[in-house]
C-alpha cells in the first residue's frame, strides 16, 4: 500500500498543481479580457466624441459657407439713382420739384424700370437728404416698412 500511496502521490499532487495552475491563469486571463474591454469602451467614447466633434465642425462649415454664398449674393445687389431739379414757371408761380429715378440692378442685368418720384422742394432745403429719404430701394425705407429683417441683409 505504501508504494501505491507513493506511486500516485505525484500523480495527484501533479494533477493538484494542473489544476491550481488552470485557474490562476484562467483568473490572469479574466482580467486581461477586463482590461482590454475597459480599453475598447474607452476607445469607442472617444471615437464617438471625435465623431460628434466632426459632425459638429462640419454643420459650422456647411453654415458658414452658405452664409457667405448668401452674402456674396446680396453683395451682386446694387441700386442706381439719379436726381434732377425740375422748375415749372406757371403765370403766378415759380415751383421746384426734384426728381428721383432709381433702378435695381443684380450684377449688370436691371431688375426694373426706373421708378421716378417727383417731390417738391422748399427754399434753401436739402437735395441730398431729400433724395435719400425718398428713396425706395435704400435699407432705411425698407426698415421703416417693417421688413427689419430684410433690410438688415440688405445693409
Not at 506511486?7 to 491563469?25: C, E, K, R
Not at 469602451?41 to 460628434?52: D, L, P
Not at 425718398?134 to 440688405?154: N, P, Q, V, Y
Amino acid at each position: 500500500m505504501d508504494a501505491l500511496l507513493w506511486m500516485f502521490l505525484p500523480l495527484f499532487v501533479a494533477a493538484g498543481s494542473a489544476l491550481l495552475a488552470f485557474y490562476i491563469m484562467q483568473a490572469r486571463m479574466e482580467v486581461a479580457v477586463a482590461k482590454e474591454r475597459e480599453a475598447l469602451a474607452e476607445a469607442k467614447a472617444v471615437i464617438s466624441t471625435h465623431g460628434q466633434i466632426v459632425e459638429q465642425k462640419i454643420r459650422a462649415a456647411e453654415e458658414s459657407t452658405r452664409l457667405q454664398a448668401l452674402n456674396d449674393f446680396l453683395a451682386d445687389f446694387r441700386v442706381e439713382e439719379r436726381h434732377y431739379l425740375r422748375e415749372s414757371k406757371s403765370l403766378f408761380m415759380n415751383r421746384k420739384s426734384m426728381i428721383l429715378q432709381e433702378r435695381l440692378y443684380f450684377r449688370n442685368i436691371p431688375l426694373c424700370n426706373w421708378v421716378e418720384h417727383e417731390m417738391p422742394v422748399e427754399e434753401g432745403g436739402d437735395i441730398q437728404q431729400l433724395a435719400k429719404a425718398c428713396s425706395i430701394f435704400a435699407t432705411r425705407a425698407l426698415a421703416a416698412g417693417g421688413a427689419t429683417s430684410e433690410a438688415r441683409l440688405l445693409r
